[in-house]
């Protein structure tokens, strides 16, 4: 069974910060890439940023040079540092393996956490 908590996100002021978290379980995280997607109210689940076992990452263009994401693998624990947050930022953020966007509907997924940029 797949385990993804995530956790961090909170109401932001534009240009502000968060650090969101996500526990993950072992059998996703250990030897798997991992990645941070997120869903605005009314549009489809979007990559955010992904991150490879060996911490080589890769970000969508809206967020490079703002968000910057890291693991522990010891702690099974996935990160995403979110800096000068703008209001299109605003969305539920999860956390999983990388998935093609064509397969987002056939697994599972965490309950997510909220990000709320106020401009």
Not at 24 to 27: E, L, P, T, V
Not at 104 to 107: A, G, T
Not at 109 to 112: F, I, K, L, R
């Given at each position: 069974?797949?385990?993804?908590v995530?956790?961090g996100?909170?109401?932001?002021?534009a240009?502000?910060s968060?650090r969101?978290?996500?526990a993950?379980?072992?059998?996703i995280?250990?030897?798997?890439?991992?990645?941070?997607?997120?869903?605005a109210?009314?549009?489809?689940?979007e990559?955010v940023?992904t991150?490879?076992?060996?911490?080589?990452?890769?970000y969508?263009?809206s967020?490079?040079?703002?968000?910057?994401?890291?693991r522990?693998?010891a702690?099974?624990t996935?990160?995403?540092?979110?800096?000068n947050?703008?209001?299109?930022?605003?969305?539920?953020?999860y956390?999983?393996?990388?998935?093609?966007?064509?397969s987002?509907?056939?697994?599972e997924?965490?309950?997510?956490t909220?990000?709320?940029?106020?401009?």
């Open positions: 069974q797949v385990l993804l995530e956790s996100g909170g109401l932001v002021q240009g502000g968060l969101l978290s996500c993950a379980s072992g059998s995280f250990s030897s798997n890439a991992m990645g941070w997607y997120r869903q109210p009314g549009k489809q689940r990559p940023a991150i490879t076992k060996s911490s080589i990452t890769n969508a263009d967020v490079k040079g703002r968000f910057t994401i890291s522990d693998n702690k099974n996935l990160y995403l540092q979110m800096n947050l703008k209001a299109e930022d605003t969305a539920v953020y956390c999983n393996g990388v998935i093609p966007n064509f987002y509907d056939r697994v997924w965490g309950q997510g909220l990000v709320t940029v106020s401009s």
